[in-house]
């Protein structure tokens, strides 16, 4: 079983609607957990970051986070073209000793369509 | 939002040469910097943490000695590519954790390594 599951899509929906990614991971030492939007070619790009259960807004993105179930979302309320890119969600843990770990899903490509 | 920079962009060199990349923070000092490899819409792939002044801590399969990673100042890590051969033809992309931040992490653009 993989630390990181992430549907990898692709995933087409039109343009203004609601679009709900998720991961679900397996290592519960997991303490903050990413958004990254990647468009083509290029580095990922931070979304939004959090290390607690709940929800965080910024803008037309929500992030949720359930530690219990292990499971992490990402909403994007009234979708746009240019929102479209992967998305990869993102774990991290940093141990006592100063070990840490970030380890990624494997990214859900979206397109929106016009 | 954090700059992470990287160079060069685009590279390409010929097999069996070495070829580095450099991977700055510009606005922050990074405790932490990570590498990645990343093939062509596959997600990142971890090939190292490396922390200032420390030897990097590679993951299983990735070869130190032909990925040698420096991280030699809070702002400055590099990855050296030894003995390139057209398989490491790759996206390399390296991030760093600013310190004090929260831990949040910022990626560089990533550099195109085309080996021929």
């Known amino acids: 079983q993989k630390e990181v599951e992430q549907d990898p899509g692709p995933l087409s929906v039109p343009e203004g609607a609601i679009v709900s990614l998720n991961c679900t991971y397996s290592n519960s030492a997991f303490q903050y957990f990413m958004w990254y939007r990647q468009y083509s070619r290029k580095g990922p790009e931070l979304l939004m970051y959090?290390?607690?259960?709940g929800n965080k807004e910024d803008g037309r993105f929500t992030a949720q986070v359930d530690k219990s179930s292990k499971y992490i979302s990402l909403f994007i309320r009234d979708s746009q073209p240019s929102d479209s890119a992967t998305y990869l969600c993102?774990?991290?843990?940093?141990?006592?000793?100063?070990?840490?770990?970030?380890?990624f899903g494997t990214g859900t490509r979206l397109t929106i369509i016009p | 939002g954090a700059v992470v920079s990287q160079h060069p962009s685009w590279v390409i060199c010929k097999s069996g040469t070495s070829v580095k990349i450099e991977c700055r923070s510009l606005?922050?000092?990074?405790?932490?910097m990570f590498w990645y490899r990343q093939f062509p819409k596959q997600s990142l792939m971890l090939m190292a943490t490396?922390?200032?002044?420390?030897?990097?801590?590679?993951e299983q399969g990735v070869e130190k000695d032909k990925f040698l990673i420096n991280h030699a100042s809070l702002t400055l890590s590099t990855l050296t590519v030894t003995s390139a051969h057209p398989e490491d033809s790759s996206f390399y992309i390296c991030?760093?954790?600013?310190?004090?931040?929260?831990?949040?992490?910022?990626f560089g653009e990533g550099s195109w390594l085309t080996v021929v």
């Open positions: 490396s922390n200032e002044g420390s030897k990097a801590t590679y």
């Open positions: 959090t290390y607690s259960s």
């Open positions: 993102a774990m991290h843990f940093i141990s006592n000793f100063g070990n840490e770990k970030l380890t």
């Open positions: 606005d922050f000092q990074a405790t932490t």
């Open positions: 991030s760093a954790r600013a310190r004090g931040s929260g831990n949040t992490i910022y």
